[in-house]
């Protein structure tokens, strides 16, 4: 069936690095993508929103990236911080769901000191 | 803040009791979500109710029931509980079905 989901469970980076957090989407119909970042003992909180009809998207220290050739969203963080320590989820927007949104498995990060 | 709110914010109960989780949703928002988190897990999508009507159903256990009350707020009722239900339950809440979803803190609901 569709699913969103993601490369990779868990990522690993040094404070002041870039990182770069992936998710691979299945339904071409898909019109619209959030990353939501959670920390831990909390509710997921929106970080960036991208439409289908955009390439790339660019927030403070965030961006996000989409190819619909390969459908693949991903995000960049710029100069990590331990506060950037969370899991980050994707959701797409997709007519085969209703239109609502569905959201992918995960991915943790950590910043190492 | 997320301007949505849920209680109790921890919930301690035994194995075939019955809980009930309530949430508010944010201010002018019509639809409501209910999520279920396991440990090290993602959201799996429960139900969604948008305007006081069921809208979408999801991996929701027939044990699992939820509703939205005319004042929009809604309540997951979760019975004969077993040890694998304990999770974390959010709430998020949109003005449109198909909008950007508010969180709410969650409840952490523990089965002995």
């Known amino acids: 069936g569709e699913s969103v989901g993601l490369h990779l469970p868990t990522l690993s980076v040094q404070e002041g690095d870039n990182s770069i957090i992936n998710c691979a989407y299945s339904?071409?119909?898909?019109?619209?993508f959030i990353w939501y970042k959670q920390e831990s003992g909390k509710g997921p909180q929106f970080i960036i929103d991208?439409?289908?009809?955009?390439d790339k998207r660019q927030g403070q220290r965030v961006t996000v990236l989409l190819n619909k050739t390969v459908k693949h969203l991903s995000l960049q963080i710029a100069a990590t911080q331990p506060g950037d320590s969370a899991v980050y989820f994707c959701?797409?927007?997709?007519?085969?769901?209703?239109?609502?949104?569905?959201f992918g498995a995960g991915t943790r990060l950590t910043v190492k000191p | 803040d997320s301007g949505v709110t849920q209680t109790p914010k921890h919930l301690i109960t035994a194995t075939g009791q019955r809980v009930t989780l309530r949430c508010s949703p944010r201010?002018?928002?019509?639809?409501v979500y209910w999520y279920q988190q396991s440990l090290d897990q993602g959201l799996q999508f429960l139900i969604q109710?948008?305007?006081?009507?069921?809208?979408a159903k999801g991996n929701i256990l027939e044990r699992f029931s939820a509703q939205q009350f005319p004042d929009l707020h809604s309540e997951l009722n979760l019975s004969s509980l077993e040890l694998g239900d304990s999770a974390l339950y959010f709430c998020?809440?949109?003005?449109?079905?198909?909008?950007?979803?508010?969180f709410g803190p969650g409840t952490r609901l523990t089965v002995l």
């Open positions: 998020a809440s949109s003005d449109k079905p198909y909008n950007e979803q508010f």
């Open positions: 339904n071409s119909a898909s019109d619209y």
């Open positions: 991208i439409r289908s009809n955009m």
């Open positions: 959701a797409e927007r997709s007519p085969y769901n209703n239109n609502d949104m569905r």
């Open positions: 201010s002018g928002d019509l639809s």
């Open positions: 109710y948008y305007n006081g009507e069921e809208r």
